[in-house]
Each structure stands twice: as structure tokens, then as C-alpha cells.
């Protein structure tokens, strides 16, 4: 790994500028200590999306997409789903 330093200004309004190569990219900063960041490019994962990420939930959708890929959607007989409904136990 190649190290690069960069000297930045900080803008009047605590901007700075990384390079249009990085427009729109997400990035992680770490505050190591007063004044030592460490910037870093990547994918992240929004607070509301974590659940998904757990081993028993990731496991499940994969196995939901699995089942989804084997079982394409077709037209429901809804006289037949009828008849169904009626004859459950229960109905």
C-alpha cells in the first residue's frame, strides 16, 4: 500500500474538498484524536436496515429469495382461493 499525503484547506464553512473522483460516495471519518481523522470510502448501513444484517434474519431472506426464484408469481383463481377459504377448518 502506496501512502499518499494531501495538504487541504478547511473552507470557512468547514468544508473540505476530496475530489469529484469522490462526489457522492459515502465515507466514514474517524476521530482518532484531537485534530487526526482517518477518512475511509465505503458501503454503510442505515440504523433502520441493521436487522437485516443479523446471521438468523440474512439467513432467512436468503432462503425467502431462494424460494421466491423457485416459485415465479402466476395469476391466482380467486374462485378456486374461494372455495379454499370455505372448506378450511374453522371457516
Not at 45 to 71: C, F, G, L, R, T
Amino acid at each position: 500500500m502506496i501512502a499518499l499525503a494531501l495538504i487541504k484547506q478547511i473552507g470557512s464553512s468547514g468544508q473540505i474538498s476530496l475530489g469529484k473522483e469522490y462526489a457522492g460516495r459515502n465515507v466514514l471519518i474517524e476521530k482518532m484524536d484531537e485534530g487526526v481523522w482517518i477518512i475511509k470510502t465505503g458501503k454503510f448501513i442505515p440504523d433502520n436496515e441493521k436487522w437485516m444484517h443479523q446471521p438468523h434474519v440474512s439467513n432467512d431472506i436468503d432462503k425467502a429469495i431462494a424460494w421466491a426464484k423457485q416459485n415465479p408469481p402466476k395469476e391466482t383463481d380467486l374462485n378456486h382461493l374461494e372455495e379454499q377459504l370455505k372448506n378450511e377448518p374453522g371457516a
